[in-house]
């Protein structure tokens, strides 16, 4: 894939487009836009070949992530980076053994997170309370000491 193939993709990514989401024609060109001139000259160009290629699709008057589209995007990342990213969130809020974890937090590190962990998100974090780095009580969630030793 060329590399304006790849720039046209990441601008869904910066959008956090999920599969077979839609993305107007004019978000991407007001992307393009800040482009160099020669960049945005042969953007349409790539946009049709990421189409033709199976990357990106049309609804309508809309541009659509398809499957091969997200899978390139996010090619290399696992469900393991997601708990990653969700532990070294809870390293920097500082925790000690038994501090409380607000539920609240996790909706703000969602709204923060790429498109690709957010879609992963509830998988993760399942698998780090299966884990026992975090256990959940009747009055909320808890940094265990399991999770100490892991975040520390």
Known sequence: MENLQERILKI????????????????????????????????SNALNE???????GTSGHWLTLTQKGYD?????????????????????RNLGVGHVIMENWFISLQNQIERFHFDNFNVALNNILNKGYIEQRDNGIFLTQKGYDKLY
């Open 12 to 43: 869904f990514s910066e959008f956090k487009t999920p599969v077979n989401g839609i993305l107007m024609p004019q978000s991407i060109e007001s992307r393009i836009s800040k482009w160099d001139r020669r960049s945005q000259d042969e953007a």
């Open 50 to 56: 990421l189409i033709s290629n199976g990357y990106v």
């Open 72 to 92: 390139f995007l996010n090619q290399g990342l696992s469900i393991e980076d997601t708990e990653n990213v969700i532990l070294e969130f809870l390293r920097k």
